[in-house]
């Protein structure tokens, strides 16, 4: 029988606690877990693809069954390609429902793929990189919404 393996993909700019928190539940969950860091043309990143994706190895090599690739194309293909059967996603509030919901049916339409949505810890349905960077721009302390590599990589690049 081959191992369950969903793929849980993001930007990850930068990786949050809640980022995190789906990814060590998740990983719970699945024999295998693929951990696919993204890259959108039309966004504007802090960290170059690469850096995002040695920061979510750094933060999650404690978790075995935890694999991170990059992926530039469509999530189903990279999910095909890392062999997941399942894509897994975070939801945080209704407003991220609707369009979680959306991409989830198109990505079932696109693929046969199903989604699976895991609750955000209600400790985390706040936090987004969006905030992450609105706060640090503006000088306040975001020590407690990213893990500490990713609080070092971001006192770095400033």
């Known amino acids: 029988m081959s191992p369950r393996t969903a793929i849980y993909a993001g930007s990850f700019d930068p990786l949050t606690v809640g980022h995190l928190d789906v990814i060590c539940r998740g990983a719970r969950l ?20 690469d850096q995002r994706v040695e920061l979510v190895r750094k933060v999650t090599d404690e978790l075995p069954n935890v694999e991170v690739v990059s992926f530039d194309a469509l999530l189903v293909d990279a999910a095909k ?16 429902f609707d369009s979680e919901f959306r991409y989830g049916l198109a990505n079932r339409d696109l693929s046969g793929l199903e989604t699976l949505f895991i609750l955000s810890d209600p400790e985390y349905v706040f936090v987004s990189s969006s905030l992450v960077k609105e706060i640090w721009v503006n000088g306040g302390d975001v020590s407690r919404y990213v893990p500490q590599a990713v609080l070092e990589a971001i006192q770095a690049r400033t």
């Open 30 to 49: 699945f024999d295998r877990l693929v951990v696919a860091v993204g890259l959108n043309p039309a966004k504007r990143y802090w960290f170059e693809l």
């Open 81 to 96: 390609a890392h062999g997941a059967q399942v894509i897994l996603r975070g939801l945080r509030a209704l407003a991220d």
